[in-house]
């Protein structure tokens, strides 16, 4: 990933003839979607001015600056959209963009490391941390499972006694 752009969403297919596409948002907050200003698809290095962007059913349907037709979009199809730091929104006291946490040791009140975490992805109730690629532990994070997460020493603590079935 590019160290100073964030992955936000990505292109799923176009919306009619005129250049209207529709994409898929990453992450918890699909609404804060509709305050960027401006996106950089995959690898193109200058960003391009957001001229609409409309919520659709948990999607979007994006029109940007310079892509005017179906062709133009079908060439982007399965691209990656950025946005750069300097649009994230300011999170609240112990919320973390899921970026943060990717990599983090997860580590049991025993002090036993479970592993990584590899990925992250939303179920609507809580976020599920994925740890582990091989054995893919599914880790609920919730409060009754996640008792700290500390991106400054690189871990996240977890509730041993709740994953006892779990990781054994």
């Not at 401006?38 to 892509?67: A, M, N, Q, Y």
Request: hydrophobic fraction near 35%; include cysteine; proline fraction near 5%.
């Amino acid at each position: 990933m590019k160290h100073d752009l964030v992955e936000i969403a990505r292109i799923s297919s176009p919306k009619g003839l005129k250049g209207k596409m529709w994409i898929t948002p990453y992450g918890d907050s699909p609404e804060r979607f509709s305050s960027y200003t401006h996106l950089i698809i995959g690898d193109e290095k200058k960003p391009r001015k957001v001229l609409s962007c409309t919520p659709h059913k948990g999607r979007f349907v994006l029109e940007l600056e310079g892509i005017n037709d179906i062709d133009t979009v079908e060439t982007f199809r399965g691209e990656t959209l950025f946005i750069t730091e300097d649009q994230l929104e300011p999170l609240d006291e112990e919320e973390y963009y899921w970026r943060d946490l990717i990599g983090l040791k997860v580590v049991d009140e025993n002090g036993r490391e479970i592993g990584e975490i590899d990925k992250i992805f939303s179920t609507g109730s809580n976020d599920v941390y994925v740890v582990d690629p091989v054995k893919e532990y599914y880790i609920p994070a919730t409060k009754d499972v996640i008792k700290e997460i500390s991106p400054e020493k690189g871990t996240v603590l977890i509730d041993a006694s709740l994953l006892e079935d779990l990781l054994d």
